[in-house]
Each structure stands twice: as structure tokens, then as C-alpha cells.
């Protein structure tokens, strides 16, 4: 078995990095894939909600600080798991960029404000340098995160194309059983599956699920691939 590699990163913290991963990996373990998830956060956010004995403790997790050791444990873990989802620290740092090399897709959460966008606009080059040392095409998407309104959105949005960091089409609004799930090391998706919120994660997993599959299915002959228009 050969996964595939999801990381959350931004060098901004609180912009919804461990939410994220943590929300995605229950997404994806209900609808019977096999995941694992990687801690590289010294504040342990993460692991911290793993160890409450919710839905997320099902899941294994390797809580995993020394950034030399980052490769060989997702190496370890793709073997054996349909996805690998590793969550960052707030700030830049090697285990990012080494995480970042092994990864088939990087989310970065971005708030919609200007710190935000500025730092994911240097997480996305972080992913540039490391596409080109590796000489592999990492994918990169902004995630709109605690979304609020409408019209901050647009203009988000707009800036991060105008950059060169388009984000997904579906975000993750504010919510508060985002926050709430956190207490139960849980996620909207296991808690109150028909709920806004779930539905939020479930639009963001399937959107980049669709990235994923449509660039497997580009080694079968174009006629037979379904192009998303999100690719
Ligand atoms: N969509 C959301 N709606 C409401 N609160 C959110 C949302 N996403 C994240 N949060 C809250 O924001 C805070 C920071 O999120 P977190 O995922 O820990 O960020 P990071 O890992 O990037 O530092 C947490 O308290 C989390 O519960
Ligand atoms: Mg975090």
C-alpha cells in the first residue's frame, strides 16, 4: 500500500492548522479509509487531543519532534495507512519544510486577514523551494478558515490568486463546535454529523480528494478522466 501524504502547515498560529488536520482525519476514518496522523508541534495540540479518548484516540498517532526523524516516520507510516495527515508548529521550521517534501498535498489555513495571508503567501514559497529540491510537483491550497463573512472572503480570496496561492472553493466558516469538539478530542463530523460544520469538512475533504484522484487517474488516457475544475 502506498497513501498519500496530507500536510497543514502555515508558519501563522491559531489560523486552524490542528483543527483542520484533525477534522479531515475523522472525516476520512467514517468513510472507511485508513489514517494515520503525525504530531510535529512541540505545543503537542494534537496529541493533546488524541490522548481525551474520543474518536480521535482510534486513530494512531506518532507525536513526532525531532525534524531528522520526520521523513522515515511518514515513510514508515504511508506504507500502511491510505492517508497520512501531519500537523505543523506556527512558525517556520525544518520539520515544515522536511514534512513538506514528503507530501503529496499541503493545506494551508489562512485566516481572512492580512497576517494571514502574508504568512501563507511564505508557506506557499517554503512549498516552491521544496518542489524544486525534490523535483516533484507538490500541490499546495490556501483553506479559507473561521470564515465570518462574505465580502472579507472575496477579498481574501482575490489575494491570494492575485499571489499565487489560490485557495479551495469550500471553507471551514466559524463555528463553534469547531471549538467545542476540541474538548472531546473529536471533530463536527462524529459529533453532530448532519450539522453545518460537518458539512463545512466534509465539503473541504471531498474537494481535496478530488485533487488527489484526478492526478492518479492523469496516468490513464485524458478521455477517460473526469477533470475537476478545482485542478
Ligand atoms: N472554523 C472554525 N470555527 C471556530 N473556531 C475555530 C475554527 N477553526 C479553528 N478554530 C479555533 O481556533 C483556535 C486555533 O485553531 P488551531 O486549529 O489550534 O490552529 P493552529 O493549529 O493553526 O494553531 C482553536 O481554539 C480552534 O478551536
Ligand atoms: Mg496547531
Not at 84 to 102: R, W
Not at 114 to 123: I, M, P
Request: proline letters at 4%; one cysteine or more.
Amino acid at each position: 500500500m502506498q497513501g498519500k501524504v496530507l500536510v497543514a502547515a502555515t508558519s501563522k498560529g491559531g489560523a486552524g492548522k490542528s483543527t483542520t488536520i484533525a477534522c479531515l482525519a475523522l472525516y476520512w476514518h467514517t468513510t472507511g479509509r485508513k489514517v494515520a496522523l503525525v504530531d510535529s508541534d512541540p505545543n503537542q495540540t494534537l496529541s493533546r487531543w488524541h490522548s481525551k479518548g474520543g474518536a480521535l484516540s482510534q486513530l494512531m498517532l506518532r507525536t513526532q519532534l525531532d525534524e531528522h526523524a520526520m521523513i522515515p516516520t511518514i515513510s514508515e507510516l504511508v506504507d500502511q495507512h491510505d492517508l497520512v495527515l501531519v500537523d505543523c508548529a506556527g512558525f517556520g521550521n525544518q520539520a515544515m519544510v522536511f514534512a513538506i517534501g514528503a507530501a503529496d498535498v499541503v493545506i494551508i489555513p489562512t485566516m481572512t486577514d492580512e497576517a494571514n495571508v502574508f504568512e501563507a503567501l511564505r508557506t506557499r514559497k517554503v512549498v516552491d523551494s521544496a518542489s524544486r529540491l525534490t523535483r516533484r510537483d507538490i500541490l499546495a491550497r490556501t483553506l479559507l478558515t473561521r470564515v465570518k463573512r462574505a465580502g472579507i472572503v472575496d477579498h481574501t480570496r482575490e489575494e491570494l490568486v492575485k499571489f499565487g496561492a489560490p485557495p479551495l472553493r469550500a471553507v471551514m466558516n466559524d463555528r463553534v463546535l469547531f471549538q467545542e469538539a476540541t474538548f472531546y478530542g473529536s471533530s463536527p463530523t462524529v459529533l453532530s454529523p448532519g450539522s453545518s460544520a460537518a458539512m463545512d469538512v466534509e465539503g473541504v475533504a471531498q474537494e481535496i480528494e478530488s485533487l488527489l484522484w484526478v492526478r492518479i487517474e492523469s496516468i490513464v488516457p485524458a478521455a477517460a478522466v473526469e477533470v475537476s475544475p478545482a485542478a
